[in-house]
């Protein structure tokens, strides 16, 4: 069996909704403290829902995958939507990623949260903070594996 799916290999060479979205209303950007690869997701939200969202992956092929499955799994979805996405439901979605490569699906669900996060800090919107990663008390970034940048 091929290590790589062939929707992997598919989003990693023809990646969607790559670039910036200069005027956006979130902006994500976590980085990986081990590879040191980084992730950044603008999205645009109207009325609760995703109407349009980029990415730009300064990383590894299956990070990049990973960010452009998300990308095409959370467009046009509402907020509450976007957050329930997990590594897990993108890794599927690619269908797998090696065992050694699952951190790099780690990436893209941050990188929703810290977007979607940005959205709410720049819009006074009440939230629940526990639902996100906070750099202080964030067991990953303690493991040394997930940070945010
Ligand atoms: Fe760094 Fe994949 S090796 S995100």
């Known amino acids: 069996m091929a ?3 062939e ?3 598919d989003h990693f060479k023809n990646p969607r909704n790559v670039g910036e979205i200069p005027d956006a209303d979130g902006i994500g950007e976590v980085g990986n403290a081990k590879c040191g690869d980084i992730m950044k997701m603008y999205l645009k939200i109207d009325n609760n829902i995703i ?3 980029k990415f730009e992956t300064f990383g590894c092929g299956s990070a990049i995958a990973s960010s452009s ?11 509450e939507e976007a957050l329930a996405v997990t590594n897990k439901d993108v890794v599927e979605a ?3 990623l090696p065992a050694h490569k699952l951190h790099c699906s780690v990436l893209a669900e941050e990188s929703i949260k810290s977007a979607v996060q940005d959205y709410y800090e720049k819009n ?5 903070k526990s639902k996100f990663p906070v750099l202080e008390d964030c067991e990953a970034c ?5 940070r945010m940048v």
């Open 3 to 5: 290590l790589y799916s």
């Open 7 to 9: 929707k992997v290999f």
């Open 51 to 53: 109407t349009d969202v």
């Open 69 to 79: 499955m998300a990308t095409t799994m959370i467009k046009g979805k509402t907020i």
């Open 94 to 96: 690619l269908d797998g």
């Open 124 to 128: 006074n919107i009440p939230y629940d």
């Open 142 to 146: 303690d493991a040394g594996q997930v």
